[in-house]
Structure formats: structure tokens, C-alpha cells
């Protein structure tokens, strides 16, 4: 009994996933992220990039095996639910080609439904829970091409599946959700040069949008169209987020409400800033105008949710910082997976971390942090300028140190985070962690 309860709770630890900024899986790669909210939590359906097998013989393009699926009650802690479907497991694909591509999942009937694209034919497979286990049917859907397939059920019971193959080819689902019920039409209106993949279609308020990345200068950006039913026309929207800044060629995402908030999820190339075929899921906040209009979503490396201070803070996901003297790098460039670090190197330079949650009996702070000629830094709260929390001494020496203080004058409640450097000599922050 005992070894069982040891089992439980070392794959309850396995499992919980705790972080709430960009990227939010941060393990292994994701990317192509449909979020669905299926009782009362959000799961998220990513694909999975790997790195190249010795048998692949082209090493610089997509590698794609199988996918997990993630869930969330808060956007801050993830639980992965394991590899769902694999390759190696579809009765009907006849190549292996590490190709499963962007897949959505809806629930309809008593029945999870989860759509995958592999071998350019559209996967179906379905289960009782959203986390699994999911079982392959034996036949792909007939009648339908293309990659990255969205699954709409109107608010009539109506289903629709739209693909992409250079355009946007949409069909009606019968009640059984895998069989089409009429030929896809290819919907009209859309770009016809840089419309690659990726459509995403929804309803709100009676609109329905179509969201998609369309290439109109050198890599993806998202962008929206609308339309008064889900066959279209649609009309163009405007732009939903602009091209990565950090050159990822791909942008995949998804909308989703949840707790009355509107999220983005979409990925970049953060763990691979050199391969932009290895990617990492995120999540921002999106908002619509009263007239329906999306506001375009900024990405940002803090992400959304509530981060409790008891947590190791990594201000290297900032909100906001001096603009000199304050950057980031990876800890370990060989295993990026190890995340980043914050480098303050002028006095005064700042990191600031938003939306703490200091709860009410914190006593002490723990910084991991280095820095070669002894520096000091100050934590304060709110604002760069504001009380000073606490202030540590970090000894010179290379190799980072875990040291703690006392905090005073402490706010309670959600707050922002600051860490100023006080001198000259720079510091290295990894984490920041406070203490009941
Ligand atoms: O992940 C492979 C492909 O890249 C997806 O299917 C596209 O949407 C793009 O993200």
C-alpha cells in the first residue's frame, strides 16, 4: 500500500507540469496547440516536433510521431495525460513518415473525437475521456485531403470539418463525425498566395470566424475573417498577431474561452531558436471589440495565469524591463530545455514579473543567482521604483547560489515582482522563490 501511495505521488510530481509563462510546456517541444475546454478545464491537443531520428534522412524539416494531451483548471499548471495517439498505431497508414500534423478534438454524442492529419489522409480516433485513452478507427474520413483539420458543431448540431491544402476546403460531418455528408467545397475569399495551413473556425455572438496564418510578407502571421455562417462568404477581419519576432517560419494557434477570458494559443520557436522546426506552445490573452473585431495579441514571454510567489520564479519570462542593462539568456545552451536566465549588468537595471500572488504570511525570499564580482540586488514590489523588499548580497564567484533573506514590509495579495540591481557589478538571476 505504501509503495503504491509512493507511486501515486511520484507520478502526481511526474505529471504537473508547474509553470504559467511562455512557452507552457516546457519539456519537450509542442506546437500546432488546439485548446478545447471539456469539463470545467482546458485540454490543449499540440502536435509533437522531435529531433530528427538517424533514419530520417531529411533532418531539417518537420518530425512528428505521435501526440500528447495537456489540461490545465488554471493556465498555470499542466498536467501531460502521455502520448494519445502514435504513428505506429493508425490500422490504415500504409508509410510512416513522422508526419501527424496539427489535430483538433470536440466532444459530440457521449464521445471525444480527436482529428489528425498523417500521410495526407484526415485520422479519426475516440474516446470516452478527452485524456484517453483513444483508440484509431480503422478508416481515415473519406472524401477529405489536406492538413490541419478544425471540427466546428454549430449551435444547431451541425458539424463542419475544414482542411487545408493551399486553400480552405470545408465539408459537412454526418451525426457520426466521421463520415462527410456532402463533397468540401473550397471556400472563396481567401488569400491565394502565402494560404498554407492551419484554419480554425468558431463562433461567437453569432459570427463565424475563420482564423489562419497567411503569409503576406516572408514567414506566418494570424489573421481573421468572418462570416454569417460557417459556409461562408467570409469577409477579411484584420490581423490577430503579427509575424514572430523571433523568425519561426510557422505560427499554428487556436481561440478559446475560458472563465470568461479569451485565450490565443500559438506557438514560436523558444527552445530552438536556431530551428524553427522544433517549436513551443503559448498563451496570451485576446480581446474582442464590441463590434466583434479581435484586437491584435502581442506575444509575451510572461504568459497568463497567477503565479504563486511560493513558486521558483523565472523573471526571465518578464513583463517588462529596463531598456539598458537588463537580457536574457539560456543557462545551458546545450540543453535549452534548462530555460533562461536574467542578466542585470547596469546600476539600476530592473526585471519586472507580473501578477504575483504573495498570498498573506510570506517571511523570507530565495534567489538562485550568481555573479562573478559580487553584486547586490534589491526585490521590490509593483514597480522598479517601489519599496524595497528585501536586498541580497550575492558572494563573487561563478557558479550560481541558492541564499535567502528576510522580507519586510511585504504587500499581501497579487503584485508585481522587481529585482533592481543596486551596484555596478553585474548578477545573474535564475530564480526567485519566497517563503512562509
Ligand atoms: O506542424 C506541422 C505543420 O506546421 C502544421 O500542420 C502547420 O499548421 C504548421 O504549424
Not at 205 to 211: A, L, V
Request: with cysteine.
Amino acid at each position: 500500500m505504501k509503495k503504491l501511495t509512493l507511486l501515486v505521488l511520484v507520478t502526481m510530481l511526474f505529471l504537473l507540469n508547474s509553470n504559467a509563462q511562455n512557452p507552457i510546456i516546457r519539456d519537450q517541444f509542442s506546437a500546432d496547440p488546439t485548446a478545447r475546454v471539456f469539463n470545467g478545464k482546458i485540454f490543449l491537443f499540440p502536435s509533437h516536433d522531435i529531433p530528427a531520428p538517424a533514419e530520417m534522412k531529411r533532418k531539417d524539416w518537420f518530425v512528428m510521431e505521435d501526440y500528447h494531451t495537456f489540461s490545465s483548471t488554471n493556465l498555470t499548471d499542466w498536467t501531460d495525460h502521455g502520448v494519445i495517439v502514435t504513428q505506429t498505431k493508425v490500422p490504415w497508414l500504409t508509410r510512416i513518415n513522422y508526419d501527424m500534423w496539427a489535430p483538433d478534438c470536440v466532444f459530440k454524442n457521449g464521445k471525444y473525437y480527436f482529428y489528425f492529419p498523417v500521410g495526407g489522409r484526415i485520422g479519426v480516433a475516440t474516446a470516452d475521456k478527452p485524456e484517453g485513452p483513444y483508440t484509431v478507427l480503422d478508416k481515415p474520413v473519406e472524401g477529405m485531403g489536406g492538413i490541419d483539420p478544425c471540427v466546428l458543431i454549430d449551435k444547431d448540431g451541425q458539424s463542419y470539418i475544414v482542411t487545408s491544402m493551399g486553400r480552405f476546403n470545408i465539408a459537412k460531418l454526418k451525426d457520426n463525425m466521421v463520415e462527410l455528408d456532402g463533397k468540401p467545397q473550397t471556400l472563396p475569399n481567401f488569400p491565394t498566395k502565402g494560404l498554407i495551413e492551419g484554419p480554425f473556425m468558431f463562433e461567437r455572438n453569432g459570427i463565424y470566424y475563420m482564423t489562419y496564418p497567411h503569409v503576406q510578407d516572408k514567414i506566418e502571421r494570424l489573421e481573421y475573417a468572418t462570416a454569417n455562417n460557417p459556409l461562408g462568404p467570409y469577409t477579411f477581419g484584420g490581423v490577430i498577431m503579427d509575424e514572430s519576432p523571433t523568425g519561426c517560419w510557422t505560427n499554428h494557434h487556436s481561440l478559446v474561452q475560458y472563465n470568461n477570458q479569451w485565450y490565443l494559443f500559438y506557438h514560436h520557436n523558444d527552445y530552438s531558436p536556431k530551428f524553427d522546426k522544433n517549436r513551443s506552445v503559448r498563451v496570451d490573452s485576446l480581446t474582442f471589440n464590441a463590434d466583434g473585431s479581435i484586437k491584435k495579441v502581442i506575444p509575451t514571454l510572461r504568459g497568463v495565469g497567477i503565479t504563486p510567489a511560493t513558486s521558483k520564479i523565472q523573471i526571465d519570462r518578464y513583463s517588462s524591463k529596463s531598456d539598458l542593462g537588463a537580457s536574457i539568456s539560456f543557462l545551458d545552451t546545450l540543453n535549452t530545455f534548462k530555460g533562461w536566465k536574467t542578466s542585470l549588468s547596469k546600476q539600476k537595471a530592473w526585471m519586472q514579473y507580473n501578477t504575483v500572488d504573495f498570498g498573506a504570511k510570506i517571511k523570507t525570499v530565495t534567489v538562485n543567482a550568481s555573479s562573478a564580482s559580487g553584486g547586490t540586488i534589491e526585490v521590490r514590489q509593483d514597480k522598479p521604483d517601489g519599496a524595497v523588499i528585501a536586498e541580497l548580497k550575492i558572494p563573487a564567484g561563478n557558479n550560481l547560489n541558492t541564499l535567502s533573506a528576510k522580507v519586510k514590509k511585504i504587500q499581501k495579495g497579487i503584485h508585481n515582482l522587481v529585482v533592481v540591481l543596486k551596484d555596478t557589478n553585474p548578477v545573474d538571476v535564475d530564480w526567485v522563490q519566497f517563503n512562509e
